[in-house]
Nanobody
């Protein structure tokens, strides 16, 4: 059984930093691209960042480039999203996903809520 479990979401002030974690089990993590998506209330779920299986290449949506960093530890079956210089528009539920494309696999976490507010 595949499990995807996110953690780390909380409220943070504008300009602050936060790190999200996602642990995967029941799947061959080392061969899978991994991604973070986010969904704000009333909006669609959008890709934030994706990292390739070997961790050597990553892609980001323009709005987070230079502020967010996706990384992975293939020994711990864990993918991270380091967020810095956070803005109120980063407020959303953040979801970890196996694969990069939204329909790459059916495997998603339940989400972790990030709120950026003063």
């Amino acid at each position: 059984q595949v499990q995807v479990v996110e953690s780390g979401g909380e409220m943070v002030q504008p300009g602050g930093s936060l790190r999200l974690s996602c642990v995967v089990s029941g799947f061959t993590f080392t061969v899978a691209s991994m991604s973070w998506y986010r969904q704000a209330p009333g909006k669609e779920r959008d890709l934030v960042a994706c990292v390739m299986a070997n961790g050597m290449s990553a892609n980001y949506v323009d709005s987070v480039k230079g502020r967010f960093t996706i990384s992975r530890d293939n020994y711990k079956n864990t993918v991270y999203l380091q967020m810095t210089s956070m803005k109120p528009e980063d407020t959303a539920a953040y979801f970890c996903h196996i694969g990069c494309a939204i329909h790459a696999t059916p495997y998603w976490g339940n989400g972790t809520l990030v709120t950026v507010s003063s």
